[in-house]
């Protein structure tokens, strides 16, 4: 069968918005490690399909460390992905008072 990840091809970033809803459905049902595995699949295509440091990626980073912070993960992961996402919103000229980052 095939799987998620092949469906549109191996980079289409539509795929990735399919792994992060994924994600987010594993979230709402409180499975969180399955929730996190599927960020990182998104993540990890995003990175791929639309470079390192595109704004859709800064926010695939935001969201893991959100869900790092409510899995009850190591705080470091969570403030290592926060601190990516902020890198990425700085080189896209997000400043520090935009409502992305003041969320994050």
Known sequence: APTVEMTAGNYHEDVGTTLNAIGSVYEKTGKLEKAINFVYKALKLRRRALGESHLVVGIT????????LKHGRDTKEAAKRFREALRIYHTNDI???DSLVVKA
Do not use: A, F
């Open 61 to 68: 980073y935001d969201r893991l460390g959100q869900l790092h």
């Open 95 to 97: 400043s520090d008072d």
